[in-house]
């Protein structure tokens, strides 16, 4: 609002000049005169004391408050002791009082959310898209300054559909939140099965092909066994259903806590005393860390059993 100050050869009676305009939108939780109106005085100190009169809350969103300028007369009366031959009024007879609102544009929510979106997939994924499945409406919001945060996402893995939340703040104080919807499609090299693998069966490194393959599919129910070209499974494992040819492999699809599989050579250590001796045996059991399976040396018709000290690692203490 304009203020000035009158010079010292204004009419004596009239000690303001209150020009009331026809609207008035604010911004502050609480009004004060000098937000609605422009004032003009001769008096420094009365003009410091209008501009600070208060007048309430400001309005809610969307529903105007008509103020006249009788009311305001007695108010100011009240409030400073002004009568009514020292204010002269201009302007309107009344003042309706908005709050100030600023508009959140759907189209701006869901450029920030696809890009904050295309960065979340880039480090999941080799090769994505996304698409809005609708365009949120625009909003008109009882702030000012209004400025727009992508929250974070909160899965683990890409989703056929997923929902970004974009929310509204005006001074750190969070007034709108809108929720933006993708179908999202999201490629990576997995490994498959190169043919048919029965439960049970050890994984082996012909056992698998690689493929890009969309991991928002239904096929896709739990995050790669391998990382993409990877030709080797570590620590060993064995499936635990039937796997068609063609299928992806997923963690829901192994046991990967076997240390041993039954049927691999893996290394024997005997220790004795100060004594070790390292050799290579057949695995007759599958084998946690720490379980004794039992083994046999190439040739020999008997079994031994052995300790389990790691990925293809057995030990015998004498």
């Known amino acids: 609002m304009a203020l000035s100050v009158l010079d010292a050869g204004a009419a004596a009676p009239v ?3 209150i020009e009331m305009p026809v609207f008035a939108s604010v911004s502050k939780p609480h009004i004060c005169l000098g937000d609605i109106v422009s004032l003009t005085t001769k008096d420094l100190p009365l ?3 209008l501009m600070a009169v208060p007048l309430g809350s400001a309005p809610r ?3 105007p408050v008509i103020l006249g300028r009788e009311a305001l007369t007695r108010w100011l009366r009240s409030q400073t002791g002004l009568s009514v031959q020292e204010i002269e009024w201009r302007g309107a007879h009344s003042l309706e009082i908005r709050a100030a609102t ?3 544009d759907g189209k701006r929510a869901v450029s920030l959310a696809a890009d904050h979106l295309k960065e979340w997939l880039s480090g999941r994924s080799e090769h994505a898209t996304v698409e809005p499945v ?6 008109q919001l009882v702030a000012t300054d209004v400025v727009l945060k992508v929250r974070p996402q909160t899965g683990v893995r890409p989703e056929r559909r997923m929902v970004v939340w974009v929310d509204a703040y005006t001074n750190e104080k969070l007034v709108r939140s809108v929720p933006v919807t993708f179908e999202v499609h999201a490629w990576k090299v997995m490994p498959v099965a190169a043919r048919n693998l029965e439960p049970g069966a050890g994984l082996t490194p012909d056992a698998l ?3 890009d393959t969309d991991m928002t599919a239904g096929m896709v129910s739990g995050a790669a066994l391998l990382p993409s070209g990877s030709g080797d499974a570590s620590p060993p494992t064995r499936l635990r259903r039937w796997i068609r040819a063609g299928e992806v492999l997923t963690e829901s699809s192994i046991n990967r806590d076997l240390a041993v599989l039954r049927g691999d050579w893996v290394g024997l250590r005997v220790r004795s005393g100060d004594i070790a001796l390292q050799s290579q045996v057949e695995a007759l059991q599958d084998g946690r860390v720490g379980q004794w399976i039992r083994v046999r040396m190439h040739g020999a018709s008997a079994s031994a059993l052995a300790r389990v000290a790691g990925p293809s690692s057995v030990e015998i203490l004498q």
């Open 209 to 211: 092909t690689y493929r």
């Open 61 to 63: 969103g969307g529903v």
């Open 134 to 139: 609708a365009i949120p409406a625009n909003v």
């Open 47 to 49: 003009l410091r004391r």
């Open 15 to 17: 000690r303001v000049v």
């Open 102 to 104: 600023q508009e959140l």
